[in-house]
């Protein structure tokens, strides 16, 4: 994989935040980078970023594996991460996991015929007072999620896409 111009300008702004001889530390910037661009990243990317970065390409995979935040594969255009810890499981997290799934006709991890969700447990979001909770596309956290409020939000986006349930 060769990385664009403006991929490497975007690169280029993150390692210069660090002393030249710690531009690993750009690693995470780095790869929501090529997730923001990409909507994944694969194994080409981590070995791309690796170079860039002068670093053996096993450590930007323990980091993409380490860190939920990564997808290690192509996701729908609406990632819900559903939290299962404690907190929220004695609070029908679960339940809100299983919903979804049975709604949209999915597995745990799986994604939508249609490519537009994807939807998958995950570890704590750290607000167990409003459980339970979920992530949208790793950057809107919703809370109290009953069915009813799941259902609203399906029938929301798929609105906005112009899709029908």
């Avoid at 935040?17 to 995470?28: G, I, R, T």
């Avoid at 939920?68 to 810890?85: A, D, E, F, R, S």
């Avoid at 939508?112 to 992530?135: I, Q, R, Y």
Wanted: glycine residues 6%; hydrophobic residues 45%.
């Amino acid at each position: 994989m060769m990385l664009s111009e403006a991929t490497q300008a975007r690169f280029a702004k993150e390692v210069a935040k660090f002393p030249a001889e710690q531009k690993q530390s750009a690693v995470m910037a780095c790869l929501s980078i090529v997730q923001q661009e990409q909507g994944w990243v694969s194994a080409e990317a981590e070995t791309a970023i690796a170079a860039y970065l002068g670093m053996p390409a096993i450590a930007v995979h323990e980091v993409t594996t380490f860190y939920n935040m990564y997808n290690q594969q192509p996701v729908g255009k609406y990632k819900l991460n559903v939290c299962t810890n404690l907190p929220c499981q004695l609070r029908n997290g679960q339940a809100a996991l299983e919903h979804l799934c049975e709604t949209l006709g999915v597995e745990d991890g799986g994604t939508t015929a249609d490519g537009l969700f994807t939807v998958a447990k995950c570890e704590c979001l750290g607000a167990c007072a409003d459980a339970p909770v979920m992530l949208v596309n790793d950057r809107q956290m919703l809370s109290t999620m009953s069915h009813a409020k799941l259902d609203e939000m399906l029938a929301l986006i798929r609105a906005d896409e112009g899709k029908a349930a």
